[in-house]
């Protein structure tokens, strides 16, 4: 499996905001299912950054195809090379 990163950008309105709900149990079923490793939003800057584990980009864009407000996205797919971080490393060794 591959590591793709998904930048979106996003615009909202009232209908956008009665979508959200739905969204969020449709990402909470893709976190759980291990397809998305990160989800993070800023409503300052309207954007949204998710990284996904997939065969193809194909296939994230068909994830992100069947969330209720992919309507309002614009967005860019890139494979990633290098996926490291805190959270997947070993705990460090303390002696007592």
Known sequence: ?????????????????????AHRTYINDLIEKEIIDQYVVSMESQQVWITFTAESKTEVDRYLSKSPIYKYWTYEIVELFLYDGQHYRLPAFKLN
Not at 1 to 21: E, G, R
């Open 1 to 21: 499996m591959k590591k793709f990163q998904v930048t979106i950008q996003f615009t909202m309105d009232d209908d956008f905001m009665a979508l959200v709900p």
